[in-house]
Structure formats: C-alpha cells, structure tokens
C-alpha cells in the first residue's frame, strides 16, 4: 500500500521509555514517518508496564505508544551495539530519545556528537527537569513533574490533599510538545536543508500547561487554591450538578449565559438575585448556587438535562466512564479509535491522531512489533551485508524475534 501522509519517507530513530518519547514518536508514526525503535534485549519497560493474567498478559501503555513501529533489539553496553546504533541514527532524519541526562553523551548518541558528523540531522532529547539546573541528573517521571511544576498543589477540594490527575497528562502532553517541536524542525529542514537540537522536558511542559494560572498570578499575587472541579474566578464554571443518574458540569459564567441558564431551570427571578447579580457573587456564593442547581436539575437524567439546558444555548457536559464514551455516537463519529493487533491473537481499540486531513479515509489496523522483530530487515536496508548481520547475531550484540 502506498503511504501517502505527511510524513512518508521520513525515517526516525527512536530511544525511547514509557510514554514522552515513544509518545512523540507515535505521532511521527501516525503521520506516515517509519520509526525505527532500538530496544535493548529486555525491551522498553513499558513492555511490562501493568501486564498481569487480568490485562490478558498485555500492557495498555505498550499497546498505546507503540503501534506500526519496526523494533530493533541492540546491545548498547557493547561497543559494536553502540557502533549499530550510531549508523542507524546517522541514516536517519530524526533521533528521538528520553534517557536519563548523560546516557546518550556517554554512548556517543548525544545531539553534538552526531549534528558534527550529520548536520541535517534533527535530534530531540526529552529530560525530567532539563538539562541546566540542579536537578538534571534526576530521574523525571510524570508525578514529579505534576508535583514540582504547581500542578498539584492546585488539584483537589478546597481543604484537601493535593491531587494528581487521573493520566499521565504531562508526559503526553510532553510527547505532543516534542512532536511539534520535531515538526516544525522537519520544515524548517526542508526549506533550509538545516537540522535542529531539540530539547524539552516534563518540568517545562508541566509549567507550560499552565500558563494561565501562572498569568492570574502574576496579576494578583495570590497562590492558587484547590478549588474542586470549581473554577475559582468564575461561576458557574465547570461546577459538578448532581442528576438523576449520576452527574453533569454547567459553564454559565457570562452574564447572558446566566440568564440563560435561570430560565432553563424555571427560575428567572435568579437572574436578578443580588446573590448571583455577578460572576463575582456567584464565586462568593457557590454553595447556595449549586445547591440550587442540584434541587432544580436533580430529577432529570443527564441527557435530560444536557438536552433542556442546551436549548437554552447553556454549555454543559454529561460526565461519563469510558464505556459510556466509547458508545458515545459523538466519539465514533470523529474517528479517533484504531484497531491494534496486540500480537497474541487478540485486538485493541486505542486513541489515534485527534485530527484528520479532510479526506475521511479511515485509519488501518496496525501492529505492535515484537521485541527485535526488525532487527535484520533494518540492518539490510541500511547496509549491513548477510555476513555482517550473522556476526552480529553470534556475537550477541543484536537480536531478534522476541528471542532476546
């Protein structure tokens, strides 16, 4: 089949762990470019990442990150494993990693090392609190991100704990960073025949995620407060309202939303309530205002609900588990599930790209690779002779099939 995206004929060498940077790359690969991922012979971790008898034995976050990529399995504590992996990257147009600050510059694998010898060569390294301060040499994952970027702190009911959320939201939201930042490099390489050095870390992104709360507070001067699902500035604003089975969220917060919404609920004297004249009032009077929006929406069913308030032009949303939104006619209709084979005779359903290029095609079930699945055939088309493979293969310095 004829590989039409964006993307196709860009090859990209992928070092990756867990999810920032198979996640960047995954976008790549979704975008046509062929990702070629270097494993070592236990493979990334996200391999093993949650598998039990109840997952079917397989792991979610492989299944996520990984689909339609080649696997090559090296030896990167041999010197010829490294050598391998030098020439795979040198024959690339990207190079992606997310090792611990050092690992790459003490294999030769780093951005200065390789742009000296291929300029063109874009090289996008991804850390958990950069590579400048104090802390660059520490291990990064999401929670600590989460935790030293302000996140938490932030998260939870007012008087609570600090909360994380419910997914690894930095270290995707890293990856679609990085995937930009890979992105507008390839272009500027197209243009200019330039490469890029390209860095980015969970701390950063973390920060980054919140700029308008670091915006409000640099005009205030106050911290921000855990505010539960409430926001603090406004009201009605993502306020949770108890239904009839179970819950929905309300943003009226603009003047004439207000209105909108006392009428929705047969109370249009509210809209003149010196309680709830203001966003302002409303903020100071929350619990009196959700408690009347709990007594007025509580008998209806949450479409119910959804369906009255939106004829009243009222933005809401019905709060549902994942098998209420796979079902969700909305969610079918963007497209975004795509079938992956998990290699065990069995198939997942899992996110793909969240935006399509107007041609309505439908994305192809992919694969996940076994562990050194492709580790020959990549060798091959990179030059390596049957001899040379051979020997490698003999001397254990690369792998394949899943025989690591």
């Given at each position: 089949m004829t590989n039409d995206k964006p993307l196709a004929g860009i090859r990209v060498i992928e070092f990756g762990q867990f999810i920032a940077g198979p996640g960047a790359t995954q976008i790549l690969a979704d975008l046509g470019a062929e990702v070629i991922k270097i494993e070592s012979f236990n493979g990334d971790n996200s391999r093993r990442f949650g598998v039990s008898e109840k997952s079917g034995h397989r792991s979610g976050m492989f299944m996520a990150y990984n689909r339609g990529k080649k696997s090559v399995a090296v030896d990167l504590r041999n010197a010829e494993g490294v050598a391998v992996a030098r020439e795979l990257a040198l024959g690339a147009d990207v190079v992606v990693q997310n090792s611990r600050v050092g690992v790459m510059e003490g294999l030769g694998l780093d951005a200065a090392t390789l742009r000296a010898e291929k300029p063109s060569l874009i090289h996008a390294s991804i850390s958990g609190f950069g590579t400048r301060g104090p802390s660059r040499e520490r291990p990064g994952l999401d929670i600590a991100a989460q935790a030293e970027s302000g996140m938490m702190s932030l998260t939870g009911e007012p008087g609570g704990v600090p909360l994380k959320t419910g997914f690894a939201v930095v270290d995707a939201a890293t990856a679609t960073a990085a995937a930009?930042?890979?992105?507008?490099?390839?272009?500027?390489?197209?243009?200019?025949?330039?490469?890029?050095?390209i860095e980015t870390s969970l701390l950063a992104v973390a920060v980054g995620l919140q700029a308008q709360i670091w915006a409000e507070y640099g005009c205030s001067g106050e911290l921000p407060r855990r505010a539960g699902n409430a926001q603090p500035l406004v009201a009605p604003a993502a306020d949770l309202i108890q239904v009839r089975d179970g819950h929905i969220v309300i943003s009226a917060y603009m003047e004439d939303h207000w209105q909108r919404l006392c009428r929705a609920i047969e109370q249009p004297e509210l809209g003149t309530?010196?309680?709830?004249?203001?966003?302002?009032?409303?903020?100071?009077?929350?619990?009196?205002?959700?408690?009347?929006?709990?007594?007025?929406?509580?008998?209806?069913?949450?479409?119910?609900?959804?369906?009255?308030?939106?004829?009243?032009?009222?933005?809401?949303?019905?709060?549902?588990?994942?098998?209420?939104?796979?079902?969700?006619?909305?969610?079918?209709?963007?497209g975004i599930f795509q079938r992956v084979l998990d290699g065990k005779g069995g198939e997942v359903d899992v996110p793909a790209l969240p935006f399509t290029f107007g041609d309505g095609a439908a994305e192809a079930t992919t694969t996940l690779p076994e562990l050194g699945q492709h580790t020959l055939d990549v060798l091959a088309q990179a030059g390596f002779s049957a001899e040379r493979r051979q020997a490698l293969l003999d001397g254990k310095v690369i792998a394949t099939g899943g025989a690591a």
């Open positions: 930009n930042a890979i992105l507008a490099a390839l272009f500027r390489c197209a243009r200019h025949g330039e490469g890029a050095t309530d010196p309680r709830f004249a203001t966003s302002n009032d409303r903020v100071a009077n929350r619990p009196a205002m959700v408690a009347i929006l709990n007594q007025a929406l509580g008998g209806f069913g949450g479409e119910e609900a959804r369906a009255r308030l939106e004829a009243f032009g009222v933005v809401c949303g019905v709060v549902r588990n994942y098998t209420q939104v796979r079902a969700s006619a909305d969610v079918q209709a963007t």
